[in-house]
């Protein structure tokens, strides 16, 4: 292999972690080398950085490899690039990176040289690719999607926008999601040199007391969906007396439609292991678990590709970077199940057990996994500490409301033009997400719903749509926030046909311990089996509802209890809907069994 | 088939805490866990043969009965289901012969299964296969005609390496 | 004893061990609680959810599983923790077999207990009769009306060795009257005498039309 930034530059360079670490090590690979002067050193280390822009001999394709753009065929346009280049004989670096988010586009490449702008194309097809990167390199970037800025070089550059002039571009605050798209997942060099691990290097300078301090004043609120406030959970972990603690990231996301935390690992694995050992230094812990989701196959190989080099570069493992801090990370692929999102039922399957949440009190913070004191935290969250340590909180808190700071990523899916994964400051209102990010539903389509926060969010009418996406503003609308969904419904859809699918998932995916989830999902289910198929009377409406509030004040976790807001908020705004079902016998949209000639009921 | 266990599960060690890791071992290796491997697993991890095949059928990696050399997985998220994938599972199924109630084809090439998520819901609906390789190949925007295309492929595969005629 | 803990329970202040659960704690305030883990050998951790109380912020917790705190105030017969129960006692009785004429447990069931507690429909007077199985006034051929009505009388009549008229009506569930009935075959009487009998007290009950109509099926 060739040099690459995180190695010495000379001999002269002693920091080389694992044998000599040193706090300096990451500043020094970036801006060095700082351990000693010497001019040819900085030129090289300036001269990699340049390279990493575009490539060894000023010519760079990057072609977007993540499972949405996978999905469309994007292995086959990288096969595709790898051809060209053998065949032309050019001398180009093909490289992959991440996703931007803007699924739309997908697959993508990006295409730079030297003293032309980056350009972004859009929806490529294989055969296309030759054509594509022949043209871009004789200075022609009329046919592509977006450029990344002007040089006033190349042809037909201004029919092109730049990614900033692009509404759904520029209305976003991308801080997580920066290196999203940007840099090659797979690469901490390329981390490295976008700034990362400058936060853990500010974490260990500061302190722990002081980062809880900052993360306060950030007022960074968990991205997992409860919305509780990070510091408290570090600080009570921190004043723990254990001489085992743990961290945990949650990235299993088992949420149907939630796709943000898998493109943020699949794009940026380095930023959640920053923000870990960002936790497990100020927490006092020094094991960490990622629990990744059963169906993240790319993004577990990509943070286990990420920890070995973080390991490899002193990052991971004993004496971090001369802070006599040692933390390390193991990568858990969760077995399939969706209470294993829970945070203390994903204890149960790291100890080898069923995934059944467990009793709380004593809560994670005090006994967690194997029985000592645990942070639990979405990815999302680990990597806002990141950003927030490596920023400052200062900038961080102007962003996002009053009570929460900062960004969220948002996936959005359904009816729109845009579908993909935005990160907006928290607080957005829904309607700037749907219409102005995703560009609003299709022609001719009028959106009847917004399902907001997945399963055990809820759904929101067309006419609330200006609520602001906050921990606490959608909750006084009956919805939650959960881990960032926004699905669009146009009116096409059966809002009660809707609610049916998502009490079927629950049914099937109840861990069975507590009696009001793991029966009353099933009447529940049978109810709106009942309503659906026109067997029901009024009375089935109020059975529901009482059944709902019973799941939501007794069941054991949070996912139980959650399980009839998508029914108990469809009631609540689509009553009319659920009364024509059961009085006229009818479906007003026409699409669900009811409207069918056989029907089919089953118990 | 038992014999061979000790060797693929040495390094579970004897841990009751590598529960899963053992059974996840299994079903790659011999495509479903049977009660056979559920005994030599409990046997080694000195766990109870009733807490093996409890976890074994409470997570949806695992199977308890053998599955076809290609798994396809139909999405029913939510973002999927008003795409339209439910059409798509009817399709498969009736393509392949699956009648309702079973997952596996006849002939023993093909698996089909509903999962919750795939977490491509940009490009719903979306279906994937498992390949015999451990490989993964996702098809998103899926629809009849690209499945069948996928089908005819898959099966072509599945000639040239001589599982079907 | 040092450090035990007040808790309020009801009003009624107790001094616990601080290692104690709530159920501990209501226990010794003699505030009458039915719960899974009295019977014992089938407690599961907090997965019944028959034993939640209501906490001062409005919160529902299971007693079996809450920790004792300082001046911790519980109420636990608030119109939330009823309702919560009631629902899910149901929720739990509508995939239990019910055959109490011919379950181990008869006279003494927990299940039982909190049903007639809490004025569910569902359980019939057997579950109440101290009479076992041999000694049942079924199997002596005497036709008692217990396995079709509804419990709650604690089976005065059969257990002073008078047959259950079913004076208090019928249990409108139809699953347990597909068994009864199923019962009363097995036995040997006359369905149709059955029905007789039942038409002295439930002749206006709608739900007689209902066990007409299972009875022609069984």
């Known amino acids: 292999m060739s040099w690459t930034l995180m190695d010495k530059c000379c001999p002269k360079c002693w920091h080389n972690p694992p044998s000599n670490p040193c706090p300096k090590y990451i500043e020094c690979r970036v801006k060095g080398p700082l351990c000693h002067d010497s001019s040819e050193c900085r030129e090289l280390r300036a001269r990699r950085l340049n390279e990493l822009m575009f490539g060894r001999h000023g010519i760079k394709v990057r072609v977007a490899l993540a499972s949405c753009t996978l999905a469309v065929g994007a292995a086959d346009v990288y096969d595709a690039v790898q051809e060209f280049v053998r065949e032309s004989g050019l001398a180009v670096d093909v490289d992959i990176v991440g996703c931007h988010g803007l699924d739309f586009i997908d697959p993508w490449i990006e295409v730079v040289k030297k003293g032309l702008p980056p350009a972004i194309y859009a ?414 009377s009024q009375e089935d409406l109020e059975l529901l509802q009482e059944l709902g509030e019973t799941l939501k004040n007794a069941s054991l976790c949070a996912l139980g209890s959650g399980a009839p807001i998508p029914v108990l908020s469809t009631i609540r705004y689509f009553r009319e809907e659920y009364l024509a079902h059961i009085i006229e016998k009818r479906c007003p949209t026409g699409t669900c069994p009811i409207s069918r000639e056989v029907v089919k009921y089953e118990r | 088939m038992t014999a061979a266990e000790p060797k693929h599960l040495k390094k579970e060690g004897t841990k009751p805490k590598n529960l899963i890791q053992a059974l996840k071992t299994i079903q790659q290796v011999e495509g479903h866990v049977s009660p056979e491997s559920a005994r030599a697993i409990a046997q080694q991890l000195r766990v109870p043969y009733s807490e093996v095949f409890s976890v074994a059928t409470f997570y949806h990696l695992f199977s308890t009965e053998p599955l076809g050399k290609y798994r396809i997985y139909v999405c029913t998220g939510i973002t999927c289901y008003i795409k339209g994938n439910m059409e798509n599972l009817k399709y498969l199924k009736s393509v392949l012969g699956i009648k309702d109630g079973h997952h596996t084809s006849s002939d023993g090439l093909f698996t089909v299964k509903e999962v919750s998520c795939l977490s491509c819901c940009s490009h719903a609906p979306v279906v994937t296969v498992h390949m015999p390789d451990g490989t993964k190949r996702i098809v998103g925007r899926a629809n009849p005609e690209v499945l069948q295309k996928m089908i005819s492929e898959l099966r072509h595969l599945a000639r040239k390496k001589g599982w079907v005629k | 004893m040092r450090g035990n803990v007040r808790v309020r329970v009801d009003g009624t202040e107790v001094e616990v061990d601080p290692k104690s659960v709530l159920l501990d704690a209501i226990k010794k305030a003699g505030v009458p609680m039915h719960s899974f883990c009295q019977a014992g050998e089938i407690y599961r951790g907090a997965s019944c959810r028959l034993c939640l109380v209501e906490l001062p912020n409005g919160k529902l917790v299971p007693a079996c599983a809450f920790p004792v705190s300082d001046d911790l105030e519980v109420r636990t017969r608030t119109a939330k923790t009823l309702r919560a129960r009631r629902s899910t006692l149901e929720l739990l009785l509508a995939y239990h077999r019910i055959e109490c004429w011919a379950c181990m447990r008869k006279g003494d069931c927990v299940l039982v207990k909190m049903a007639t507690d809490l004025r569910l429909n569902g359980i019939p007077v057997c579950a109440e009769c101290p009479l076992h199985p041999e000694e049942c006034l079924l199997s002596k051929g005497i036709l008692c009306l217990g396995p079709l009505t509804l419990a709650g009388c604690d089976a005065e009549c059969p257990a002073t060795g008078g047959r259950c008229w079913g004076c208090r009506g019928p249990v409108t569930r139809e699953d347990i009257v597909v068994r009864a009935l199923k019962r009363y075959m097995e036995l040997g009487f006359n369905i149709g005498e059955v029905i007789e009998t039942a038409e002295i007290f439930w002749s206006a009950h709608p739900f007689l039309e209902k066990i007409k109509f299972v009875a022609r099926g069984v």
Not at chain 1, 210 to 230: M, Q, S
Not at chain 1, 307 to 327: C, I, M, P, T
Not at chain 1, 437 to 450: N, Q, R, S, W
Request: hydrophobic letters at 40%; aromatic letters at 8%.
């Open chain 1, 123 to 536: 929806n490529v097809n294989p055969e296309e690719v030759s054509n594509i990167v022949s043209r871009y390199l004789s200075g022609d970037v009329s046919k592509a999607f977006a450029i990344k800025y002007r040089t006033g070089a190349a042809e037909g550059e201004f029919l092109v926008p730049t990614l900033n002039e692009l509404e759904f571009w520029r209305k976003q605050v991308r801080l997580v999601g920066r290196n999203c798209g940007i840099i090659n997942p797979e690469s901490i060099e390329e981390y490295v040199a976008r700034g990362g691990y400058l936060g853990l290097v500010r974490a260990i300078k500061k302190g722990p007391d002081e980062v809880i301090e900052e993360i306060k004043l950030a007022k960074l609120r968990g991205r997992g969906g409860a919305g509780f406030p990070t510091w408290i959970k570090w600080k009570t972990v921190k004043d723990q007396v254990s001489d085992v603690k743990y961290v945990v990231a949650n990235a299993e996301e088992g949420d149907p439609s939630a796709f943000s935390n898998r493109l943020l690992i699949e794009s940026d694995p380095h930023i959640v292991i920053e923000g870990m050992i960002i936790a497990g230094y100020v927490t006092g812990a020094n094991k960490g678990y990622v629990f990744v989701g059963a169906e993240f196959d790319l993004a577990a190989e990509r943070l286990k590709k990420a920890v070995e080099e973080a390991r490899k570069y002193g990052l991971l493992g004993d004496n971090v970077l001369g802070s006599g801090f040692s933390f390390d990370v193991e990568v858990f692929q969760d077995a399939g199940r969706y209470t294993s999102g829970e945070e203390t039922a994903l204890f149960e399957e790291i100890e080898g057990k069923r995934s059944s949440p467990r009793v709380r009190p004593p809560y994670p913070v005090s006994r967690g996994l194997w029985g000592k004191p645990t942070v639990v935290n979405n990815v999302e969250t680990l990597a806002h500490a990141a950003v927030i340590m490596r920023e400052g909180w200062d900038r961080y808190s102007t962003i996002g409301t009053e009570k929460s700071g900062g960004t969220k990523m948002v996936s959005v899916s359904g009816s729109v033009r845009r579908p993909g994964v935005y990160e907006v400051p928290v607080g957005t209102s829904v309607k700037t997400i749907i219409d102005g990010l995703a560009g609003g539903p299709p022609e001719g389509v009028k959106l009847k719903a917004i399902e907001v926060g997945g399963p055990a969010g809820g759904f929101l009418p067309a006419s609330e749509m200006n609520v602001p996406l906050d921990y606490d503003e959608l909750p006084k609308l009956g919805v939650a926030m959960g881990s960032g969904i926004l699905i669009a419904i146009d009116e096409h859809n059966c809002i009660v046909d809707l609610a049916r699918q998502f009490m079927a998932f629950f049914v099937s995916e109840s861990c069975g311990k507590c009696v009001p989830c793991r029966v009353g999902t099933r009447e529940m289910l049978e109810i709106l089996n009942k309503i659906c198929c026109g067997k029901s």
